[in-house]
């Protein structure tokens, strides 16, 4: 079994900073894994967020948070991050972290957070 911790939400004003953290465990879990982050607003479909490779090498992000929110790894922690930068009131939501096992198919996630709530003032 694989438990995934999501951190560092809160409230922040628009044009803050945030920085999320996910920290992975469990026996089965392997630094083999991808990672991604989605994210839930109110009333809303949850949507893709930002996605990394086991290694750290390969990340994606959506377009309407390119170049404001960056995803990196640290496999000696077995944690993921999401620095978000330049905040936007539409970036409210709950950010949910995700694991995928090695040869899934894109966004096919195996296990996920229970989320942690990031709300941005206007």
């Known amino acids: 079994q694989v438990q995934l911790v999501e951190s560092g939400g809160g409230l922040v004003q628009a044009g803050g900073s945030l920085r999320l953290s996910c920290a992975a465990s469990?026996?089965?879990?392997?630094?083999?894994?991808?990672m991604a982050w989605f994210r839930q607003a109110p009333g809303k479909e949850r949507e893709f967020v930002a996605r990394?490779?086991?290694?750290?090498?390969?990340?994606y992000a959506t377009n309407s948070v390119k170049g404001r929110f960056t995803i990196s790894r640290d496999n000696t922690k077995n944690t993921v991050y999401l620095q978000m930068n330049s905040l936007k009131p539409e970036d409210t939501a709950v950010y949910y972290c995700a694991a995928a096992k090695p040869g899934n198919a894109l966004y096919e996630y195996n296990y996920w957070g229970q989320g942690t709530q990031v709300t941005v003032s206007s």
């Open positions: 990394i490779s086991w290694i750290g090498r390969d990340t």
């Open positions: 469990g026996r089965t879990f392997s630094t083999y894994y991808s």
